[in-house]
T-cell receptor, first 110, second 115 residues
Framework: GQQVMQIPQYQHVQEGEDFTTYCNSS?????IQWYKQRPGGHPVFLIQ?????EVKKQKRLTFQFGEAKKNSSLHITATQTTDVGTYFC??????????FGRGTSLIVHP | KAGVTQTPRYLIKTRGQQVTLSCSPI?????VSWYQQTPGQGLQFLFE???????NKGNFPGRFSGRQFSNSRSEMNVSTLELGDSALYLC??????????????FGPGTRLTVL
């Protein structure tokens, strides 16, 4: 079945440094979504990417969808302590069932 | 609009028992999905209901079932509980936007502990 690998599992950064998490799917995706989950909280939708090579920005966050629609990345510029949390990608393939990556936990040191 | 609500928030059961979890979606949302979240397996899709019909189903045993009512509220049931069913069960409601994005709004979850 469809698998979505997400790396790294954890990332420690100093406040102000950049952060990137990557997702790779075993199959071509129809779309990919990104979520953020704060410690003790629930996932919150960030964005959906649909088109091959798509790039979307939300303030300091940049999301990319690969040309082959099998990989995606989330880049945060100049991290802040408010960015702390676990970032998940969720890919949908032909089955329309979302497959979540295991998430990347971002720890920001002030 | 009020967010997605789930009840109960915490539940402790023993092996062999059954449990029913409830989810009320955001008003106007007709799609409700259920997920299981564990440290070992991460977020896993259980099933999705739309207009009272199960539209998609994940790879879980038949002990996991669900239903959706005419008011879009949904319940999921787990029978013959096992220790491995201990998890955070998340419900998410969604509504397709005109741009084609099916944004999922998650509830706070029900923390189930099986002893």
């Amino acid at each position: 079945g469809q698998q979505v690998m997400q790396i790294p599992q954890y990332q420690h950064v100093q406040e102000g440094e950049d952060f990137t998490t990557y997702c790779n799917s075993s199959t071509t995706l129809s779309n990919i979504q990104w979520y953020k989950q704060r410690p003790g909280g629930h996932p919150v939708f960030l964005i959906q990417l649909v088109k091959s090579g798509e790039v979307k920005k939300q303030k300091r966050l940049t999301f990319q969808f690969g040309e082959a629609k099998k990989n995606s990345s989330l880049h945060i510029t100049a991290t802040q302590t408010t960015d702390v949390g676990t970032y998940f990608c969720a890919g949908k393939g032909g089955s329309y069932i979302p497959t979540f990556g295991r998430g990347t936990s971002l720890i920001v040191h002030p | 609009k009020a967010g997605v609500t789930q009840t109960p928030r915490y539940l402790i059961k023993t092996r062999g028992q059954q449990v029913t979890l409830s989810c009320s979606p955001i008003s106007g949302h007709r799609s409700v999905s259920w997920y299981q979240q564990t440290p070992g397996q991460g977020l896993q899709f259980l099933f999705e209901y739309f207009s009272e019909t199960q539209r998609n189903k994940g790879n879980f045993p038949g002990r996991f079932s669900g239903r959706q009512f005419s008011n879009s509220r949904s319940e999921m049931n787990v029978s013959t509980l096992e220790l491995g069913d201990s998890a955070l069960y998340l419900c998410a409601s969604s509504s397709l936007t005109s741009g084609g994005t099916d944004t999922q709004y998650f509830g706070p979850g029900t923390r189930l502990t099986v002893l």
